[in-house]
């Protein structure tokens, strides 16, 4: 009899294009995943919704991001790829796990704490009851992984909790979902100051590499990088521009610090910086002419989406009839 395939899921909100962080941190390794794991992947919009968004440009996003998915290489053949706000049970789950998580629990949520303080003027229900809709995008499809930086790693936890507290009362109703975090997880720092992660909000233009920056762009920031007064390119404490710079280097050749500080011996910054903007336009390139491809096939890509919420919906509404049952209401 063959073996289950796990399940690994994983979400992400339309709120812009993925930074070059983003691709080596997570989004490079899905591809690979979708043949080992059964995964589904989905376009959290309704989560986007915690902060104020013109619809038209909400639309715009999520549209995009789902076609970023496909271009970086998931195939809706092997995975479940989908939008969130297409498939209702996410909601009608979300509202449910509400009633059994605890106030304080949700209190403690530092990103909770965080996004009040820079939504001072809309700090909403939503934003402060949304892990309990992410317990719910988690548990609909019973995943056993679901891969999280450390930012989310507190709501996969309260997640867990509810598993516990749920199948306490009800019998074995959701599967224990752990936190996966990738073999080679890179963590990409600034352009600029490599001591902060690369970001999407750094308002330095020049921190950031995006994954469908062209390709002049992306080594203009190359060449613009941060560096140290030295002149060696070693791996070592105290050289956070160079660290990083071969970090992204060994990640896209394959090659270690080792064989970098022995192939770039005696070249200097320039070079070097040349060198790792170089790899990084060839590995982006078909990333964005993918992309481009994409968008212009708006037929496909509807397809593709309904295609997945068809099948997202089948395999959620299988847990949530179950849910239902157990807390007591009564099916139509």
């Keep these: 009899m063959e073996e289950r395939k796990k399940v690994l899921l994983s979400g992400i909100q339309p709120t812009g294009v993925f930074t070059l962080g983003n691709y080596i941190g997570a989004v490079r390794n899905w591809k690979v995943m979708q043949e080992e794991y059964d995964c589904a992947y989905f376009i959290a919009d309704l989560h986007s919704l915690t902060v104020r968004q013109d619809?038209?440009?909400?639309?715009?996003?999520?549209?995009?991001?789902?076609?970023?998915?496909?271009?970086?290489?998931?195939?809706?053949?092997?995975?479940?790829?989908?939008?969130?706000?297409?498939?209702?049970?996410?909601?009608?789950?979300?509202?449910?796990?509400?009633?059994?998580?605890?106030?304080?629990?949700?209190?403690?949520?530092?990103q909770f704490k965080d996004k009040s303080q820079q939504h001072k003027d809309n700090i909403n229900a939503g934003l402060f009851d949304y892990p309990a809709l992410m317990a719910a995008d988690i548990l609909l499809y019973q995943p056993d992984y679901v891969p999280v930086g450390a930012d989310q790693k507190q709501h996969v936890e309260l997640t867990r909790n509810l598993v516990d507290r749920f199948n306490g009362i009800y019998g074995e109703v959701f599967r224990m979902p752990e936190p996966y975090i990738p073999k080679n997880g890179a963590k990409i720092m600034s352009?600029?100051?490599?001591?902060?992660?690369?970001?999407?909000?750094?308002?330095?233009?020049?921190?950031?590499?995006?994954?469908?920056?062209?390709?002049?762009?992306?080594?203009?920031?190359?060449?613009?990088?941060?560096?140290?007064?030295?002149?060696?390119?070693?791996?070592?404490?105290?050289?956070?521009?160079?660290?990083?710079?071969?970090?992204?280097?060994?990640?896209?050749?394959?090659?270690?610090?080792?064989?970098?500080?022995?192939?770039?011996?005696?070249?200097?910054?320039?070079?070097f910086k040349k060198e790792v903007g170089t790899v990084v336009v060839d590995a982006l390139t078909p990333v964005r002419e993918e992309f481009e491809r994409l968008s212009k096939d708006k037929a496909y890509l509807e397809e593709c989406y309904r295609a997945g919420a068809e099948m997202a919906s089948k395999i959620a509404g299988r847990t949530l009839t179950k849910v239902k049952k157990k807390v007591g209401l009564l099916q139509p």
Aim: hydrophobic share 35%; glycine share 6%; net charge negative.
């Design 55 to 110: 619809p038209a440009e909400l639309r715009k996003r999520t549209k995009d991001a789902y076609a970023l998915l496909l271009a970086c290489g998931i195939d809706p053949k092997k995975s479940l790829a989908f939008i969130q706000s297409h498939v209702p049970a996410h909601a009608e789950l979300g509202w449910i796990l509400s009633c059994y998580t605890q106030f304080g629990e949700l209190s403690r949520m530092t």
């Design 191 to 271: 352009l600029q100051d490599p001591t902060k992660k690369m970001s999407k909000s750094d308002e330095n233009p020049h921190a950031t590499v995006s994954i469908l920056d062209k390709p002049d762009v992306i080594m203009a920031r190359f060449k613009r990088a941060v560096t140290d007064s030295e002149s060696e390119i070693v791996f070592r404490e105290g050289k956070d521009g160079i660290n990083n710079l071969m970090t992204i280097y060994s990640v896209f050749t394959g090659q270690t610090f080792e064989q970098i500080e022995k192939d770039f011996e005696g070249k200097g910054y320039g070079d």
